[in-house]
C-alpha cells in the first residue's frame, strides 16, 4: 500500500520540509496544495520560480505530487467570482502539467454560496445540475489543453453526492478527462450505519472503472450522524475499505482529516 497525505497538514513548514517530514513517516505521496508554498489554494499567479521550488522539493525529498488540489465553488453565482475563478483555475491546470502532475481535484459544488463544503436545500435541483455541468464545460476545455484530468469526489454536501449521481454526471460530461476521487467516508450516510462495509462496496464496485485516486479519512457513523475522525478513531471498516478498493486500484491512499499530530497513530493503525 502506498501511503500519501494531504501536504496541507505540514503547512506551517516549508515546502521541502514538510516533505522530507512526510517521507520521514514512511509516505511517498501528496495531494498537493498551494498553501505550502506561501499561495491561496486557488492562486491568482503562480510563478516559474514557485514551480522550480516545488520541482526541486519533490525530487530532494523523494515524495510524488499525485494530486494538486483545484477545489473552489462550481456553483459560484457572482459573476466577477465566477471570472476570477476561471483564471485562478486555469493557473492550477497548468502548473499541474508543467509539474507532470496528472491530476487536479474538483468540488461539484453548492448553492450555499458561503461555504462550499456546506449542504443547500437546492443542491439537487435541475437547476444546481445545469449549474455545475456549465462550469464542468469550460472547466474540461482547461483540462485538455493541458492534458489534465480532473477528480471530482462524491459528497454528501455538494451537488454530486452519491454513486449514482457521480455515474450520471460521467455519462452525460463524457470526457476522458473526469475521474473521479474516492472516499468511503463520504458516500456512507446514517442509514448506512448497520452495514458500512456494504455501501462501500457497492459504491466501490459502481464507480471501479473511473477512480483514479483515493483517500482516506475515519468517522464515527451512527444512525442519527456522522462525525468525521482521523484516521483509526471513527468506526468505518478501513481494513475492509482498502482490501476492497485495492481490488481495482493501484494507486495511493491519500489520508486527509487529520492533524500532524494524529500521523503517527493513522500509520500505525492502516499497517
Not at 127 to 137: K, P, T
Amino acid at each position: 500500500m502506498k501511503l500519501g497525505i494531504f501536504s496541507k497538514v505540514y503547512f506551517k513548514y516549508e515546502m521541502e520540509i514538510a516533505l522530507h517530514k512526510i517521507k520521514a513517516h514512511g509516505m511517498s505521496a501528496v495531494q498537493f496544495n498551494f498553501a505550502n508554498v506561501g499561495l491561496a489554494s486557488l492562486p491568482i499567479e503562480i510563478s516559474q520560480n514557485i514551480i522550480d521550488q516545488i520541482k526541486e522539493a519533490t525530487i530532494n525529498s523523494g515524495v510524488n505530487i499525485a494530486v494538486i488540489s483545484g477545489t473552489f465553488n462550481t456553483l459560484e453565482l457572482n459573476e466577477e467570482k465566477i471570472v476570477e475563478n476561471q483564471l485562478c483555475f486555469e493557473n492550477v491546470v497548468k502548473a499541474a502539467a508543467a509539474l507532470a502532475v496528472p491530476y487536479v481535484s474538483i468540488s461539484t459544488g453548492s448553492l450555499n454560496q458561503e461555504d462550499f463544503w456546506s449542504p443547500h436545500p437546492d443542491n439537487h435541483t435541475d437547476r444546481a445540475w445545469s449549474l455545475l455541468q456549465h462550469s464542468l464545460v469550460w472547466m474540461l476545455e482547461i483540462a485538455e489543453a493541458n492534458q489534465v484530468t480532473l477528480v471530482f469526489e462524491p459528497e454528501q454536501a455538494n451537488v454530486v453526492s452519491t454513486a449514482e449521481d457521480a455515474l450520471r454526471l460521467l455519462r452525460e460530461m463524457d470526457s476522458p478527462h473526469l475521474k473521479v476521487l474516492y472516499d468511503a467516508a463520504n458516500l456512507v450516510t446514517p442509514q448506512d450505519h448497520k452495514d458500512l462495509i456494504g455501501k462501500i462496496t457497492k459504491t466501490l464496485t459502481a464507480l471501479k472503472d473511473y477512480i483514479a485516486i483515493a483517500h482516506c479519512k475515519d468517522a464515527f457513523v451512527t444512525e442519527e450522524k456522522i462525525i468525521f475522525q482521523p484516521v483509526g478513531k471513527g468506526n468505518l471498516p478501513l481494513k475492509q475499505y482498502l482490501n476492497e478498493l485495492y481490488k481495482n486500484y493501484e494507486g495511493p491512499i491519500i489520508m486527509h482529516g487529520l492533524d500532524e499530530a494524529d500521523v503517527t497513530y493513522a500509520i500505525n493503525y492502516l499497517n
